[in-house]
């Protein structure tokens, strides 16, 4: 993997792959391995629609902050088991925890995907509320990262 060199097409996606101890960032032309003893995180910035942010060159991305690990959590929060085409074992399992009085089961595997993001050390303060009108979940979490403190709010 050390020596891979990006095609032309590569340069436009961010691939992150994790492997036992390291972390691999492909892409826009570049390489970077990362040990877990000197621990880097980059995360291009989500727009309010949640789409990738383009044009403010350093500004849109998250490095070595909270908000790098904030933003993990929440796109591992919604990303469903089976939408991943590399791995259709990952992902938040909604199909098997909502339903009626599932609020423990569902905050249970939201808390194991919390827990499960890299950076992430421990959750500090949790709380969820479903609006059954709706059927939206909300999620208000606080973190403690290996950067720091960040809050991560969500409606799923």
């Known amino acids: 993997m050390a020596g891979y060199v990006p095609r032309e097409l590569d340069k436009f996606f961010v691939i992150v792959l994790i492997y036992e101890d390291s972390l691999s960032l492909a892409g826009f032309d570049d390489l970077h391995i990362l040990s877990s003893e000197a621990p880097q995180m980059r995360?291009?910035?989500?727009?309010?629609?949640?789409?990738?942010?383009?044009?403010?060159?350093?500004?849109?991305?998250?490095?070595?902050?909270?908000d790098?690990?904030?933003?993990a959590v929440l796109t591992r929060l919604r990303l469903g088991r089976g939408e991943w085409f590399l791995d259709k074992a990952e992902g938040t399992p909604w199909d098997k925890v909502l339903g009626k009085?599932?609020?423990?089961?569902?905050?249970?595997?939201?808390r194991q995907r919390i827990l499960g993001t890299q950076?992430?050390?421990?959750i500090a303060a949790y709380s969820s509320t479903l609006n059954s009108e709706t059927r939206a979940l909300s999620v208000n979490v606080t973190i403690n990262t290996i950067y720091g403190t960040t809050t991560v709010q969500a409606t799923l």
């Open 43 to 66: 995360y291009r910035r989500l727009s309010e629609d949640g789409d990738y942010t383009f044009g403010n060159q350093v500004a849109d991305f998250y490095k070595d902050s909270p």
């Open 101 to 110: 009085y599932t609020s423990s089961t569902y905050d249970a595997a939201i």
């Open 68 to 71: 790098a690990v904030g933003q």
């Open 119 to 122: 950076g992430v050390l421990e």
